[in-house]
């Protein structure tokens, strides 16, 4: 089955840059997109179609992509964005029936 | 406000089956594709099921094929999940999500979640 690999964990200090990458065979064909979760809390989305931001997510979160791997970047991390994020795409036949997320990265600020 | 609110959840012994509930409201239900994805405890997210905005394509996780079954009633603007045979390994909190085709068909809005606990 299909698989999308995050690290376990990015620490950072406050106003520092997070990285934190997705890799998966299909990201070449396929979007991605980023959620962050906090505890005791629903996922919230963060990222579209790559790189896209929704409405109300603040600007410090963008996303880019290189062949197999997706990144979603936080410039200048707050105390606030402690929380663990999670990507999420299709394999390759790109139906409702493959979604897949990522096992989730925890981001420690510092 | 748009919301989505699950319920039904609680302790069930294996083998037994639980109907979950996820009621919609602040927008037009009945033009959204729909999802399940839980969470077992401590772990990372895993999607469920696929339902589309009519009911007339649904899809399953391999975990849950011939055991759980997703349906909705636009009328009610309500998404359910019925489960049966229930396994420990179901034990997870349970959300809905909307597809948003505008934003490319990501999850853009998740219930609080509900959750199933297996255990004898």
């Known amino acids: 089955s299909y698989e999308l690999t995050q690290p376990p964990s990015v620490s950072v200090s406050p106003g520092q840059t997070a990285r934190i990458t997705c890799s998966g065979d299909?990201?070449?064909?396929?979007?991605a997109y980023w959620y962050q979760q906090k505890p005791g809390q629903a996922p919230v989305l963060v990222i579209y179609k790559d790189s896209e931001r929704p409405s109300g997510i603040p600007e410090r979160f963008s996303g880019s992509s290189s062949g197999t791997t997706v990144t979603l970047t936080i410039s200048g991390v707050q105390a606030e964005d402690e929380a663990d994020y999670y990507c999420?795409?299709?394999?390759?036949?790109?139906?409702?029936?493959?979604?897949?997320f990522g096992g989730g990265t925890k981001l420690t600020v510092l | 406000e748009v919301q989505l609110v699950e319920s039904g959840g609680g302790l069930v012994q294996p083998g037994g089956s639980l109907r979950l509930s996820c009621a919609a409201s602040g927008f037009t239900f009945s033009s959204y594709e729909m999802n399940w994805v839980r969470q077992a405890p401590g772990k990372g997210l895993e999607w469920v099921s696929y339902?589309?905005?009519?009911?007339?394509?649904?899809y399953y996780a391999d975990s849950v094929k011939g055991r759980f079954t997703i349906s909705r009633d636009n009328a009610k603007n309500s998404l359910y999940l019925q489960m049966n045979s229930l396994r420990a390994e179901d034990t997870a909190v349970y959300y809905c999500?909307?597809?948003?085709?505008?934003?490319?068909?990501?999850?853009?809005?998740w219930g609080q979640g509900t959750m199933v606990t297996v255990s004898s």
């Open positions: 339902i589309s905005s009519s009911g007339s394509t649904i």
């Open positions: 999420q795409s299709a394999d390759s036949s790109g139906t409702y029936a493959d979604w897949v």
């Open positions: 299909a990201l070449p064909k396929q979007y």
């Open positions: 999500a909307r597809v948003a085709v505008a934003l490319h068909d990501a999850f853009d809005i």
